[in-house]
């Protein structure tokens, strides 16, 4: 139930930064103790770079840490617009720099053997994710599941046959490739980072009543409620 939501609030992204990234880090530090890895996914996007730095600094045994995107734009890797890209700039440094990046996509393949090697690079990592950290779009959209995409239900669906999806929607301005509910709505943890008024209210609309459909936020608000913790901070 949306009541039941875990929510920490912040004045903004800078105050937020470290006590998500020292809650991250307990999370992978609790995996690598209880199963000797510990798997973090993460998205892209503007917002969490300031958390990626933070997080980048965390003493833990980063050599267990597999990492990979919960989307990706299919677009060369040197792209400005390439979710490994910024990984690997702002995540994949100082401590952080011994982890294993798993990436979501491949532009150079066609797009069917695109998706085939990222379903088999997927299924290689040690599932179920400890912790999947999750933006949100101001028109509600989580990962790449994008109202009114193609294909949108399945994606989202916890027992989705694959673990990959591709997406094209009117409002992604390019083709991409998703995690699918499966691996999304079955981690063990999941964080939802938000900053800015807009993003607040974005968010207070999608948890009011609703299909999934029009806002797919909402598949993680209510499916994964139990295990999800909402970071928010009214400025970036
Ligand atoms: O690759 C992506 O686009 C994302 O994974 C996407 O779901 C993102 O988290 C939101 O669009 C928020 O993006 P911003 O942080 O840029 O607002």
Request: with cysteine; aromatic share 4%.
């Amino acid at each position: 139930m949306a009541n039941d939501l875990q929510r920490r609030d912040f004045a903004d992204g800078e105050a937020l930064a470290p006590s998500f990234a020292a809650w991250t880090a307990e999370r992978l530090r609790a995996a690598i103790a209880e199963r000797g890895a510990a798997l973090l996914v993460v998205s892209g996007g503007k917002t969490p770079e300031r958390f990626f730095a933070a997080l980048s600094a965390e003493a833990l045994d980063w050599t267990r840490v597999a990492v990979t995107l919960a989307d990706e734009r299919r677009v060369p890797d040197l792209s400005p617009r390439s979710n490994a890209r910024l990984v690997r700039a702002a995540l994949l440094r100082n401590r952080a720099t011994a982890a294993a990046f798993t990436p979501l996509a491949d532009a150079r393949l066609a797009p069917d053997q695109e998706l085939a090697a990222a379903s088999a690079r997927l299924a290689s990592l040690p599932l179920p994710a400890d912790v999947v950290v999750l933006g949100m779009g101001d028109d509600g959209h989580t990962a790449s599941w994008f109202p009114g995409a193609q294909g949108l239900r399945e994606a989202m669906d916890p027992g989705a046959r694959n673990l990959v999806a591709p997406i094209e929607a009117p409002d992604a301005p390019e083709p991409r490739l998703t995690l699918t509910g499966r691996v999304i709505l079955r981690a063990r943890a999941i964080a939802l980072l938000i900053e800015g008024e807009d993003k607040l209210a974005t968010l207070a609309e999608a948890l009011a009543d609703g299909p999934a459909e029009a806002m797919p936020i909402r598949a993680v608000l209510r499916g994964a409620c139990d295990r999800l913790t909402i970071f928010a901070a009214g400025s970036a």
